[in-house]
Nanobody
Framework: QVQLVESGGGLVQAGGSLRLSCAASGRTFSNYVMGWFRQAPGKEREFVAGISRGGGTTVYADSVKGRFTMSRDNGKNTVYLQMNSLKPEDTAVYYC??????????????????WGQGTQVTVSS
């Protein structure tokens, strides 16, 4: 069993920054591919970013490329999402997810095995 707990969400003005964290417990953290997803009201959950087990490879959705940076610290069992130049359309609940059953970063929700409870990010215009 893997437990994921997100933190760092909040209210920010457009153009501002936030840093999300996701702390993992349970199994060996360095065995997981990790992802960040988000879900806005009335919309499906969508991929934001993913990171490989060792942290050497990252993948981003086109909508956040150049503004968001995902990283991980395997010694602290934590992944981060640094969000800069935030826009109102970034408003959503942000979820971290762990993928135990594959080697590669994927962008679909069904390929991730464990999820956190989510943290709200609201960007005002």
């Amino acid at each position: 069993q893997v437990q994921l707990v997100e933190s760092g969400g909040g209210l920010v003005q457009a153009g501002g920054s936030l840093r999300l964290s996701c702390a993992a417990s349970g199994r060996t953290f360095s065995n997981y591919v990790m992802g960040w997803f988000r879900q806005a009201p009335g919309k499906e959950r969508e991929f934001v970013a993913g990171i490989s087990r060792g942290g050497g490879t990252t993948v981003y959705a086109d909508s956040v490329k150049g503004r968001f940076t995902m990283s991980r610290d395997n010694g602290k069992n934590t992944v981060y999402l640094q969000m800069n130049s935030l826009k109102p359309e970034d408003t959503a609940v942000y979820y971290c997810a762990a993928r135990l059953t594959g080697l590669f970063i994927t962008t679909t929700t069904t390929t991730y095995d464990y999820w956190g409870q989510g943290t709200q990010v609201t960007v005002s215009s």
